[in-house]
């Protein structure tokens, strides 16, 4: 890791303690939509990019937070290996940090694992101006608490990501895509009948009376899954036109979603039990991993729309909004606001690091 650039993000936490200044995290800026409203002095680790170590062999790499992901993507294409979990690079300027601690993560997510699964170490600067190191370069090396996985999905609340370990995998040997004409509610009982059955799923989207279908893994068995499964192959470059699409969130739903938040709509990220029926909701309705992930583009009032994901069992997000009043992300229960306070308080006693970005308790 670059020293200079180390030392000058320790004086510059330094700094904002002394004078009680609140930062705000931020890479190249790709997720400044996500979370509640950044609030603070903007305290930029571009600075922090470059590979430190990566060992193809051992399917594992350390980078520095500020690299761009499609810089990582791009070294770890070049040995045939890859992100498994698709994270969305959002006009291809996110940032490992970012991903990090925004812990998306894109189609492949219910077959492969989140963020969380791949991050095997990190390097954190905290709220005392300390350089701390968690976790290591293999999946068994963790004593005590496994505060590198935790980061994942923080938000930057409990400090500045100066490195992260991730595992990687091999890309897989064969994909194949297929189509279905199905209706919402034959589409989850298909998806679930499926993946209780030894296929080589990987990745599904329903949209618009639509199923797409990922198949990946070894030649045979895609090839085997293809023929039993039947339905409509998508030619190869399609195929990943629209994956990726679907992954960077580029594709058509996602376009008209942004159209519609700006006509004062709200894009929600459902989480729920993939056995969940269809939600009875006004708006318009993509349906990921299974059925666990439903993205829902609509007007309704948010208590509506959270109300409807605690009935089938799960929660919801506010990903998308112009208006952010009630809240970002799900209230959490009072015994698990106290344990994420005392985090804060542990890690960024003075609580210069993100203020409010995940709560605004926080």
Known sequence: MSDIAQETLIDQVKAALAS???????????????????????LDLTPLSGISSY??????????????????EALLAAKNQCLAFEPPLFGGRGTVGGMVSAGLAGPARASVGSVRDFVLGATLLNGRAEVLSFGGQVMKNVAGYDVSRLLAGSMGFLGVILEVSLKVLPRPAATATLRFDMAEGQALVQLNEWAGKPLPLHASAWWDGALVLRLAGAEAAVAAAQKALGGEVIEAGLAAQFWSGLRHQQDEFFIGAERAVEGGAALWRLSLPQTAPPLALVGEQLIEWGGAQRWLTTALPGAQVREAALRAGGHATLFRAKDKSGGVFTPLAPSLMRIHKSLKTAFDP?????????????
């Open 20 to 42: 009680g200044t609140p930062l705000n995290l931020r890479g190249h800026g790709s997720k400044h939509f996500y979370g509640e409203p950044p609030r603070g002095e903007p």
């Open 55 to 72: 060992e193809p062999s051992e399917l594992v790499v350390t980078v520095r937070a500020g690299t761009p992901l499609a810089e990582l």
């Open 350 to 362: 003075a609580g210069i690091f993100n203020p409010g970005r995940l709560y605004t308790s926080l």
